[in-house]
């Protein structure tokens, strides 16, 4: 059983560019939440899609979205990259209200 | 003020010895409380939920003070594999139903020979 995949797990990108990052979910997971951990931090809530909604967002800017799609994939997008955007992003899945999986992430280095 | 608060460390201790991490959180209406381990450049994963009576699990020893809004991780008998960031970790809950989780800054552990 797959558990919560990722990619790419490393990318670099320059500001001003877009990436996109996807999750794929654990088998039988219908929530995927995204968190951002800059170095030496802990992870910080993005958001979280569930039937293929956003269904709660923190505090990050409108440069920062997603989608999730009828297989329970997402993505995450940010647009007009800055240096301070450079971080472990990470996907985490889950049942409603169950434990979250994390993926082992995508490393965005922005230069 | 943040939602989580810990020490950041870092915490240096001898193989056999016993170590303790605390964190606080900031919001009362706080649903659950958890610690989290990641290992340098890996993912978090759940070590262990946390409840009001206390709860252990073999070496682990989690308890949480309501009250005080307040969370403690003891660990016994330290081994080299315990080396690792430890994340304080509590869920609020948002709009809907589903929490988010809010993370502490994380708390390093080497433990060493």
């Known amino acids: 059983d797959a558990g919560v995949t990722q990619s790419p797990t490393h990318l670099i990108k320059t500001r001003g560019q877009q990436v996109t990052l996807r999750c794929s979910p654990k088998?039988?997971?219908?929530?995927v939440s995204w968190y951002q951990q800059a170095l030496g931090q802990g992870p910080q809530f993005i958001f979280q899609?569930?039937?293929?909604?956003?269904?709660q967002r923190g505090n990050f800017p409108d440069r920062f979205s997603g989608h999730q799609f009828p297989n329970y994939s997402s993505e995450l997008n940010v647009n007009a990259l800055l240096l301070g955007d450079s971080a472990l992003y990470l996907c985490a899945s889950s049942l409603p209200l169950g434990e979250l999986f994390f993926g082992e992430g995508s490393r965005l280095t922005v230069l | 003020r943040k939602e989580v608060e810990q020490d950041p460390g870092p915490f240096n201790v001898p193989e056999g010895a016993t170590v303790a991490f605390n964190c606080t959180y900031s919001?009362?209406?706080?649903?659950?409380f958890f610690w989290y381990r990641q290992d340098c450049r890996k993912e978090p994963k759940l070590l262990m939920s946390?409840?009001?009576s206390g709860n252990e699990d073999g070496r682990f020893t989690a308890q949480l003070n309501r009250a005080s809004q307040y969370i403690s991780l003891l660990i016994r008998d330290s081994k080299l594999s315990d080396s690792a960031t430890y994340l304080c970790?509590?869920?609020?809950?948002?709009?809907?139903?589903?929490?988010?989780?809010?993370f502490g800054r994380g708390t390093q552990l080497t433990v060493w020979p």
């Open positions: 946390v409840y009001s």
């Open positions: 970790v509590v869920t609020s809950r948002g709009g809907s139903t589903l929490g988010r989780l809010y």
């Open positions: 919001n009362s209406a706080s649903q659950s």
């Open positions: 088998s039988g997971h219908d929530t």
């Open positions: 899609y569930y039937e293929e909604e956003e269904r």
